[in-house]
């Protein structure tokens, strides 16, 4: 299809504007194929061309043309996109989709007042909890008191949320919290056996309160593997949430932050288990271009990304030695498989433990509908999204499954929980972790 010039295109008041608008030339290179349809989760769900990246990218055109105004009705097909990022892994034209919808986001947040309980919510989530640890941690801990003292079972039972749908939704998603979490406080972890390197591992914001084993688990797998780990103090949240909720100026600041606190610690490689974080981070470069104090350290931390699985297999990794016995089925989490390109190392991780029997999904890489506050900002279509993808877990005739992203884990334990299923959601580490261990604790 032949696009029109940059002279022939409309020059009215355009609603996108400024330094975080999307790019013009990221607008204009989607040539209207349509290759993306059969990936995006949205239109498969709805079969309407609004809900899909070719509609979205027709709308941004027209609202950044001024042929159409940027209004709530237009803005809904914009919330209801999961950032999965499927459509860039099968488009011919690279159109940098990502992109495109965090600008977008961002310059709705600038110009389209949204309601005033949203707001506050973002601003006590984005503002005060995020970007501060200690914070996180109290918040938890609290939550932790909650469900120890019997307050949640009390509150289901009853349904006192139900009024309140988005806290319910968060309710319904929070899993059993740790005993301990997993605090970042500087610690240096030894190697075992001859020393290869040195690491730091990202904490992040919410695996080290959630799924706080897991990153236990991931210190143990990298020491293991001859690889002295450091958890740097001063690291923060990486921006990942604040990023694809359009708060640009906000991942900015975290992102400078990290590279202080990672940069510092002069590692061999920056270590990250969760496949959303490792993409945010993957893209602090980009995202920090235009900084004159950060560009240059922000390609140089790029750079030395690693997703653990990524990692792992690059060495390469020591194969354990004790057998599971256990059929696996393994979730692509979006930001792994399509933003990272990321497919095959995870699943040679789990083809490498004894006894594994890893069994593929039909549709692996269709998204669970996590996409972080996706899950419950917008819970109808991410329930629609996760039920389908435990159907076609449970079609394996799987025991485990498998993933490495904490969103898509939650979402996933949360409805198989909520469903009865017998099915355990485990992080990829997680089972080469327990290889390690029954190795180390075999007779002999």
Same mark, same amino acid.
């Given at each position: 299809?032949?696009?029109?010039?940059?002279?022939?295109?409309?020059?009215?008041?355009?609603?996108?504007?400024?330094?975080?608008?999307?790019?013009?030339?990221?607008?204009?290179?989607?040539?209207?194929?349509?290759?993306?349809?059969?990936?995006?989760?949205?239109?498969?769900?709805?079969?309407?061309?609004? +809900?899909?990246?070719?509609?979205?990218?027709?709308?941004?055109?027209? #609202?950044?043309?001024?042929?159409?105004?940027?209004?709530?009705?237009? #803005?809904?097909?914009?919330?209801?996109?999961?950032?999965?990022?499927?459509?860039?892994?099968?488009?011919?034209?690279?159109?940098?989709?990502?992109?495109?919808?965090?600008?977008?986001?961002?310059?709705?947040?600038?110009?389209?007042?949204?309601?005033?309980?949203?707001?506050?919510?973002?601003?006590?989530?984005?503002?005060?909890?995020?970007?501060?640890?200690?914070?996180?941690?109290?918040?938890?801990?609290?939550?932790?008191?909650?469900?120890?003292?019997?307050?949640?079972?009390?509150?289901?039972?009853?349904?006192?949320?139900?009024?309140?749908?988005?806290?319910?939704?968060?309710?319904?998603?929070?899993?059993?919290?740790?005993? $301990?979490?997993?605090?970042?406080?500087?610690?240096?972890?030894?190697?075992?056996?001859?020393?290869?390197?040195?690491?730091?591992?990202?904490?992040?914001? #919410?695996?080290?309160?959630?799924?706080?084993?897991?990153?236990?688990?991931?210190?143990?797998?990298?020491?293991?593997?001859?690889?002295?780990?450091?958890?740097?103090?001063?690291?923060?949240?990486?921006?990942?949430?604040?990023? $694809?909720? %359009?708060?640009?100026?906000?991942?900015?600041?975290?992102?400078?932050?990290?590279?202080?606190?990672?940069?510092?610690?002069?590692?061999?490689?920056?270590?990250?288990?969760?496949? %959303?974080?490792?993409?945010?981070?993957?893209?602090?470069? $980009?995202?920090?271009?235009?900084?004159?104090?950060?560009?240059?350290?922000?390609?140089?931390?790029?750079?030395?990304?690693?997703?653990?699985?990524?990692?792992?297999?690059?060495?390469?990794?020591?194969?354990?030695?004790?057998?599971?016995?256990?059929?696996?089925?393994?979730?692509?989490?979006?930001?792994?498989?399509?933003?990272?390109?990321?497919?095959?190392?995870?699943?040679?991780?789990?083809?490498?433990?004894?006894?594994?029997?890893?069994?593929?999904? $039909?549709?692996?890489?269709?998204?669970?509908?996590?996409?972080?506050?996706?899950?419950?900002?917008?819970? =109808?279509?991410?329930?629609?999204?996760?039920?389908?993808?435990? =159907?076609?877990?449970?079609?394996?005739?799987?025991?485990?499954?498998?993933?490495?992203?904490?969103?898509?884990?939650?979402?996933?334990?949360?409805?198989?929980?909520?469903?009865?299923?017998?099915?355990?959601?485990?992080?990829?580490?997680?089972?080469?972790? +327990?290889?390690?261990?029954? +190795?180390?604790?075999?007779?002999?």
């Amino acid at each position: 299809m032949t696009q029109p010039s940059l002279l022939q295109r409309p020059t009215l008041d355009k609603p996108f504007a400024g330094p975080d608008a999307p790019e013009e030339k990221d607008l204009y290179t989607c040539v209207h194929c349509g290759l993306c349809l059969t990936s995006c989760p949205t239109y498969l769900e709805t079969g309407l061309e609004t +809900e899909s990246p070719r509609g979205r990218i027709a709308l941004m055109r027209a #609202v950044y043309e001024g042929r159409l105004p940027l209004s709530p009705q237009v #803005v809904r097909h914009w919330d209801l996109c999961l950032a999965c990022r499927a459509c860039e892994a099968a488009c011919p034209s690279a159109v940098p989709y990502g992109r495109l919808i965090e600008r977008t986001r961002a310059q709705v947040r600038r110009r389209l007042q949204r309601p005033l309980r949203l707001r506050l919510a973002e601003a006590v989530v984005f503002d005060h909890l995020l970007p501060f640890p200690s914070r996180l941690r109290t918040g938890m801990g609290l939550l932790r008191l909650y469900q120890r003292m019997g307050v949640q079972g009390v509150v289901r039972a009853v349904r006192l949320l139900r009024p309140f749908p988005t806290l319910a939704s968060m309710d319904s998603l929070m899993p059993r919290l740790p005993d $301990h979490f997993f605090t970042a406080r500087g610690q240096v972890y030894t190697p075992r056996g001859t020393p290869r390197g040195r690491v730091a591992l990202l904490s992040g914001c #919410v695996m080290p309160l959630v799924h706080a084993p897991t990153m236990r688990a991931c210190v143990r797998v990298l020491t293991h593997n001859g690889f002295e780990v450091v958890v740097p103090r001063e690291q923060v949240c990486c921006g990942a949430l604040h990023i $694809h909720a %359009g708060r640009l100026d906000g991942g900015r600041a975290l992102a400078r932050q990290n590279i202080n606190a990672f940069l510092g610690c002069q590692p061999d490689a920056i270590i990250v288990a969760s496949a %959303g974080c490792g993409s945010a981070m993957k893209e602090y470069a $980009h995202l920090l271009k235009d900084d004159p104090a950060y560009a240059d350290k922000a390609h140089a931390f790029s750079q030395m990304v690693r997703d653990i699985h990524e990692f792992l297999v690059a060495l390469p990794f020591t194969p354990p030695q004790a057998p599971l016995n256990i059929t696996v089925t393994y979730q692509d989490p979006c930001h792994l498989a399509h933003a990272q390109r990321i497919t095959q190392a995870p699943r040679r991780i789990l083809q490498s433990i004894p006894g594994v029997r890893l069994v593929e999904m $039909h549709n692996p890489s269709r998204c669970c509908g996590a996409a972080g506050s996706y899950q419950i900002l917008q819970r =109808e279509m991410a329930e629609r999204l996760g039920q389908a993808k435990l =159907e076609d877990a449970l079609s394996t005739g799987a025991q485990v499954l498998a993933t490495a992203n904490p969103g898509c884990a939650l979402q996933l334990e949360a409805g198989a929980r909520k469903r009865g299923l017998p099915l355990r959601v485990a992080y990829v580490i997680d089972l080469l972790d +327990e290889a390690y261990r029954r +190795e180390a604790s075999a007779p002999g």
